[in-house]
């Protein structure tokens, strides 16, 4: 079993569409949570971290349920910028060293 | 304030050469990763840095690939020789030392290899 698992999408949805991206993760040790966003051909850009009382950035967010394993990112309103791959990422010990483990990401296409 | 300084951009080489990737991080940054993402991938960690440090190379293929970061800054990766499965983005990414913010990962354009 892959330690982060996400549907890979493609997810085509129109303008102003709301749209959910999963996560599920495998190491219950693993103590903090985050949604990197990668364009086309750019590097991955940290998005928002996920707590577990969840939160919110405008039209973002994010909510974590650690007894299921879960991680969730919501984006509301959305806009043709909002086009990308959303990756979502685990931080836990591996060893004495902390790492950050990525899914494999979630195609969205925001279509006019 | 100069993010992750990342050449060549792109290398093309023909398999069983050798190829060399260089990463400049953040200034301040003690923390240095490199990272593979092959096409349709997340990006997976090689190996991390701290300072001139190796923290964590497990998943490092030692037989091909090495890296250093022989005065705690900069960092060189290598592959000798390299093989078609190599071809991939290398992303080096670079991260402060203050373990509240040390989570966030700062990446540069990453190293597009092919190998043919």
């Known amino acids: 079993r892959k330690e982060v698992e996400q549907d890979p999408g493609p997810f085509n949805v129109p303008e102003g569409a709301t749209v959910a991206f999963n996560c599920t993760y495998s190491?219950?040790?693993?103590?903090?949570f985050f949604w990197y966003r990668q364009d086309c051909r750019k590097e991955p850009k940290l998005l928002m971290s996920?707590?577990?009382s969840g939160n919110e950035d405008g039209r973002f967010t994010a909510q974590l349920n650690r007894a299921s394993q879960y991680i969730s990112l919501l984006i509301r309103d959305s806009k043709l910028s909002d086009s990308a791959t959303y990756l979502c990422?685990?931080?836990?010990?591996?060893?004495?060293?902390?790492?950050?483990?990525f899914g494999s990401g979630t195609q969205l296409t925001v279509l006019p | 304030e100069a993010g992750v300084a990342q050449s060549p951009r792109y290398k093309i080489i023909e398999k069983r050469q050798s190829v060399a990737f260089w990463c400049n991080p953040i200034?301040?940054?003690?923390?240095l990763y490199w990272y593979q993402q092959i096409l349709g991938q997340g990006p997976k960690l090689l190996i991390q840095?701290?300072?001139?440090?190796?923290?964590?190379d497990s998943q490092l293929p030692k037989d091909r690939f090495s890296a250093e970061r022989l005065k705690g800054v900069d960092s060189t990766l290598k592959i000798q020789p390299a093989k078609l499965e190599d071809s991939a983005v290398y992303l080096c990414?670079?991260?402060?030392?203050?373990?509240?913010?040390?989570?966030?990962?700062?990446f540069g354009s990453g190293t597009q290899l092919s190998v043919l």
């Open positions: 840095f701290q300072n001139n440090g190796v923290v964590d």
């Open positions: 200034s301040g940054h003690a923390t």
């Open positions: 190491n219950s040790a693993s103590q903090s």
């Open positions: 990422v685990v931080n836990s010990f591996r060893g004495s060293a902390r790492q950050l483990t």
């Open positions: 990414a670079s991260s402060p030392p203050r373990a509240a913010t040390n989570e966030k990962l700062f």
């Open positions: 996920v707590y577990s």
